[in-house]
């Protein structure tokens, strides 16, 4: 990333036309990216990370 990393990163999951897009966003510094890929079953759904520098947690929206 060619900013820090806020230990909160979001990975927001779509389906774009039938391919799977992901965009990567983070508030302080802010940042946001996003992926398009080729996939048979694309889905929705949204991810959080939390990083507290010795162990990363990933939970669905709906665990947060």
């Given at each position: 990333m060619p900013v820090d990393k806020d230990y909160l990163q979001v990975f927001s999951l779509?389906?774009?036309?039938?391919?799977?897009?992901?965009?990567?966003t983070q508030e302080v510094p802010e940042y946001s990216r996003e992926y398009?890929?080729?996939?048979?079953?694309p889905?929705?759904?949204?991810?959080f990370v939390i990083d507290d520098k010795t162990h990363s947690t990933m939970l669905l929206a709906n665990e947060y």
């Open positions: 779509s389906d774009d036309n039938g391919k799977q897009r992901i965009k990567h398009v890929f080729i996939t048979d079953k889905i929705t759904t949204k991810i």
